[in-house]
């Protein structure tokens, strides 16, 4: 049975496959963190490539088929190019990102956490950016999913991160 659904979604990453195929990872309105499936995406031809790029706001449209979803159409929304103009942001938005990807459960609905991220998207994107907001949103969201009672500082942060993750964080190079 073929369930197809229409959703906004944030792409955190891509693994490329043999052939064609890349696994895209995505924080969708609806589902949550999505592992997709996107047959034929490196083909030259592919309109869908470009739009899939980490940190990009898109609609997309998955299908799912025997417990695995697969991509159909994308539409980008935003590419956030003033943050992939910025060596300073791109490592602030990767560090989220990465984080974000590796603490949220899959295939749970998390609508706080989709709109907390856009907004650091957004916030990101249009304003001078600190350390100190970086850390803001991330107590945000680790409040939020319950790993938290209270705000830490940014390396009590890290550490904790990684202690949930069980995985080294890669360094934030500002």
């Known amino acids: 049975m073929s369930r197809v659904l ?13 052939n064609k195929d890349v ?9 949550g963190k999505v592992r997709v499936l996107a047959k034929g995406i490196k083909k030259i031809t592919s309109r869908r490539l470009p739009h899939v790029q980490t940190g990009n706001l898109l609609k ?19 590419s956030f190019s003033q943050i992939k103009n910025d060596p300073t942001k791109i490592n602030y938005l990767y560090y989220f990102l990465f984080v974000l990807e590796k603490i949220l459960p899959e295939d749970q609905k998390e609508d706080l956490i989709y709109v907390i991220t856009k907004h650091y998207l957004v916030d990101l994107a249009k304003n001078i950016f600190t350390k100190d907001k970086l850390v803001s949103y991330l107590n945000k969201v680790l409040i939020k999913l319950g790993y938290l009672h209270k705000g830490r500082s940014f390396n009590e942060l890290n550490f904790f991160i990684q202690e949930i993750i069980n995985e080294k964080i890669p360094p934030l190079i500002i």
């Not at 229409?6 to 043999?18: G, H």
């Open 6 to 18: 229409k959703t906004e979604a944030i792409v955190f990453k891509k693994n490329s496959l043999l």
């Open 23 to 31: 696994i895209i990872t995505f924080l969708t309105q609806e589902l």
């Open 60 to 78: 997309i449209v998955i299908h799912k088929n025997n417990d695995r979803f697969f991509l159909s159409e994308t539409q980008l929304i935003s």
